[in-house]
């Protein structure tokens, strides 16, 4: 019953957000890693995506960062696909994502247990999409495909919170941009857990 009691007691005391900070380990200097889902609006165009408004890309990924005083320096990627794909007025299925990754950098603002940062991500991507239009004679399905590479820069505010010395749970909200006519607005939530100082 003891155990119990003080296992309690500690669970309370580290979720408490003015002990938080305070409980905090790594001084200055730490490092960590999270899991990323970003929703993104990418405006491809029906043209590039055979006849089919393929919609946003929902993706999954992740990142890693060292982090001193104010600034997290580190990188990141996700991939994921489109959110409507389907069938074309040809009858034929589309699909497709897109996939970005390359350095991130971000400026804490206000460093305590609720923080607000400005940051991003600069690196490159990749746009796939895919007009499946039946099997041929020889079993094999016919596939046209568009794959474009691409620059890509994923500018954000970042509101983050610490519930926990080690964990941060954010919520992102950017424009998330690349150099083939891609572009639109973007909510990414995180998870990272580290040395978080």
Known sequence: MNRAIT???ATVLLLQPELAFAQR???DFGGGGGFWLVYADVGIDEEVSFGRDVG???ALGGRGFLQTGRVRLGGGAFGGGFVDEGV???GNRVQGGLSAGGFTAEYLVVQQNLE???GG???GG?????ELSG???DGVEDLRRRRKTMFVGYPWVRLGYNPAAFVNVGLQLGYLAGTEDVGGFAVGLEIMAGLIP
């Open 56 to 58: 946003a890309v929902v």
């Open 116 to 118: 607000v940062s400005v």
């Open 88 to 90: 074309n007025e040809a």
């Open 121 to 123: 991500m600069v690196g």
């Open 25 to 27: 380990f790594g001084g």
């Open 7 to 9: 296992l309690l007691a």
């Open 126 to 130: 990749v746009l796939t999409i895919e």
């Open 135 to 137: 099997t041929g004679p």
